[in-house]
């Protein structure tokens, strides 16, 4: 599994929606959903924010949305909010003891 | 409290060997696969090495295949990451994760230099 593409940042306005891909997924239907998202602000530690392509852990806000395409996964958030404003990884596990990580993505909240 | 705490970072001079360790609490832990994750100071999460429940199967990321060796004591909740031949390019913050992402540690740094 090569590594994942994800452009080097984004930027939007609070209240707007922005998407963040992640290209280079497998095309291997038996693995192809394993994908997460995770936040990362300044100083602290990731937090996972999708799993599974998009499904939501109980800690990650409605705005935040995954989804799947052929060999691209998706991060959209939507009403951006400053604290929105972060790094963000994806992430995809071709087998359980196998992680791949996309570049990350700086988001800008304007 | 559910945790991961990682020990062991520090400075290492180039060629010898560090080994890091994971205290787990809080959950379960032999239940799950448990990885390590390496940050650079203002970069990306590099992937470095995974660990089923009962060791049976071990991945590592290929610029470490060969001198980092993953293993688990689920009698004591540890994970351990044993790193040789220090490279400068290991410089970094090492987090233990649990299966799925949805716990890191704080990190541990490991700093290689002269």
């Known amino acids: 599994q090569s590594a994942l593409t994800q452009p080097a940042s984004v930027s939007g306005s609070p209240g707007q929606s922005i998407t963040i891909t992640c290209t280079g997924i497998t095309d291997d239907i038996a693995i192809h959903e394993n994908v997460s998202w995770f936040q990362q602000h300044p100083g602290k530690v990731p937090t996972l924010m999708i799993f599974d392509v998009n499904k939501r852990p109980t800690w990650a806000s409605t705005r935040f949305f995954g989804s799947l395409s052929g060999s691209t996964a998706s991060l959209t958030i939507s009403g951006l909010q400053t604290e929105d404003e972060a790094a963000y990884y994806c992430a995809f596990y071709p087998r359980a003891t196998t992680w791949v990580f996309g570049g990350g993505t700086k988001l800008t909240v304007l | 409290e559910v945790q991961l705490e990682e020990s062991g970072g520090g400075l290492g001079q180039p060629g010898s060997s560090l080994r890091l360790s994971c205290a787990a609490s809080g959950f379960t832990f032999g239940d799950f696969v448990m990885h390590w994750v390496r940050q650079v100071p203002g970069r990306g999460l590099e992937w470095v090495a995974g660990i089923t429940w009962n060791s049976g199967e071990v991945g590592y990321a290929d610029s470490v295949r060969g001198r980092f060796s993953i293993s688990r004591d689920n009698s004591k909740n540890s994970l351990n990451l044993r790193i040789n031949r220090l490279r400068s390019e290991d410089t970094a913050l090492y987090y233990c994760?649990?299966?799925?992402?949805?716990?890191w540690g704080q990190g541990t740094m490991v700093t290689v230099s002269s």
């Open positions: 994760v649990k299966e799925g992402g949805d716990l």
